[in-house]
């Protein structure tokens, strides 16, 4: 039977493809759980989420918002928009989440509150990042089919002009004043001017340089840097990654017994990074949430 004598089973903080799957997994198997909605999420500049089986093409808030449709059928489960300020140990046994100046206590919680991308320096990437702007050619790879595409730093350079070989019809790469450190296959032409901004152009994207002629561009490919978008892995004093996620076991287990994680703000260490994806994140999520089941709440 369930501890009656705490405020929920669980509580998900996160109301991202990992934390929604994780709150139905919960819910499927009768578990009080509480879901909280800061309203704030990575993909929120993506239009539409591609790669997604059933759902390419869906916007971001239709997907949520079916989601949150399909959570109602069960009665264990309450969704609240709120944003959770810190999570706390109170003992071995109780987890206790601040929320809205309230004190909520539960014997296991999942952390899906995801990371923040920081875009390098340059003016007008965050305008158009999430459109013409990219960082993933899996997401943002297809709707550039024909064009030419443009990879900026020398960080991708490697590896992203042979996975969009058979997409764009040209791949230029912009080393913004570095040598170029990648061997590149035959074909993929080399700027090496520094850059000095991007604004909408008539094909997409129009890269300006500090000399020389502008680059018009269907999309332009940009590596992030990201940080963990909420307090609660150094609140808690969970193990990290050198990639900056909360490191995880295969079940989606932290270092702290109780406290599971999912989505991309968690890392397991045999993988080259943590998984980003929509579907990832939501696979994460109902791992992260069984296992809470199976180690936290079976009574």
């Known amino acids: 039977m369930a501890n009656t004598s705490l405020d929920y089973d669980a509580i998900v903080i996160g109301g991202g493809p990992a934390g929604l799957q994780a709150t139905l997994t919960l819910g499927r198997v009768h578990r009080r759980v509480l879901m909280l909605d800061s309203g704030s999420y990575r993909n ?16 971001p808030p239709q997907f949520r918002a079916a989601a949150r449709a399909e959570l109602t059928a069960y009665d264990t489960v309450t969704v609240r928009d709120a944003e959770a300020t810190a999570v706390r140990r109170r003992d ?24 923040r991308d920081t875009l390098p320096d340059k003016p007008g990437l965050t305008e158009l990042f999430g459109d013409v702007v990219a960082h993933c050619p899996f997401c943002h790879g297809h709707e550039y089919a024909g064009g030419h595409v443009a990879v900026l730093g020398n960080q991708a350079a490697g590896h992203l002009p042979g996975i969009l070989a058979p997409v764009a019809s040209r791949i230029t790469v912009l080393t913004d004043g570095a040598e170029l450190e990648a061997e590149l296959a035959p074909g ?20 300006s340089f500090a000399d020389g002629p502008d680059e018009d561009v269907a999309g332009l ?25 909360i490191r ?7 270092s702290v017994p109780g406290v599971h994680a999912a989505g991309d703000l968690a890392h397991h ?17 109902q791992v992260a949430a069984a296992s809470l089941v199976a180690t936290r709440l079976l009574d």
């Open 44 to 59: 929120a500049p993506a239009s539409h989420m591609h790669n997604v089986l059933t759902h390419d093409g869906t916007p």
């Open 92 to 115: 071995d046994d109780v987890l206790v989440v601040e929320a809205d100046g309230e004190e909520l206590t539960a014997r296991g919680v999942v952390l899906a509150t995801g990371v």
């Open 188 to 207: 993929v032409a080399v700027r090496t001017e520094p850059v000095t901004g991007v604004c909408r152009g008539p094909a997409g994207a129009r890269v």
């Open 221 to 245: 490919y940009v590596v992030t840097s990201f940080a963990q978008s909420a307090p609660f892995a150094e609140q808690l004093g969970l193990e990290m990654l050198p990639s900056g996620c």
């Open 248 to 254: 995880i076991d295969a079940m989606g287990r932290t």
């Open 269 to 285: 260490p045999e993988l080259p990074m943590p998984m980003a994806s929509v579907l990832t994140a939501a696979a994460a999520g």
